[in-house]
């Protein structure tokens, strides 16, 4: 997929701006192709799967994107669960609500966060009822159920 459009990996119906347009919801959400830059961004929050992970993104397997080139995600859908196994950069606050919104829209029951920043996720996810849910060689794993239908 090129820039703009809906998403078509998983057929969420997450729309993808196109940066020659205008942003609506103030908030721009780019898909990104793997390259050196994003593994550096992502960092640490890949563990040691950089490998898998990598490949999976350039199948197209797992969705990367940018929100507002500050906060940076990499996710896929797991039995109606949206799972970040990756999150990196900052404002994480701003971000998590629309994040939310887009978990509610695709139908999901769950996010889950694979993180190891277990007490800044549970600090920002309480409203949602964020819990931990399993830890394992230092990565939390940490959920929040999804409330049906769509907020605004």
Avoid at 46 to 51: E, I, P, T, V
Avoid at 98 to 110: D, E, F, N, P, V
Avoid at 135 to 145: K, L
């Amino acid at each position: 997929m090129g820039d703009g459009g809906a998403c078509r990996c998983c057929r969420c119906g997450l729309s993808l701006v196109n940066p020659s347009k205008k942003k609506v919801t103030g908030i721009e959400v780019r898909r990104l192709k793997w390259s050196p830059d994003l593994e550096q961004t992502l960092g640490v929050s890949l563990g040691g799967d950089r490998d898998e992970i990598a490949a999976d993104v350039n199948k197209g397997e797992l969705l990367a994107l940018s929100w507002n080139g500050q906060l940076f995600t990499v996710s896929e859908i797991q039995d109606h669960t949206l799972v970040l196994c990756c999150v990196a950069g900052a404002n994480l606050q701003r971000y998590l609500p629309s994040i939310y919104r887009w978990a509610q829209g695709l139908g999901c029951k769950a996010v889950r966060v694979h993180t190891y920043r277990q007490k800044v996720f549970l600090r920002i996810g309480r409203r949602y009822g964020a819990k931990l849910v399993g830890e394992s060689d230092g990565m939390s794993v940490i959920e929040c159920e999804v409330a049906n239908g769509r907020t605004g």
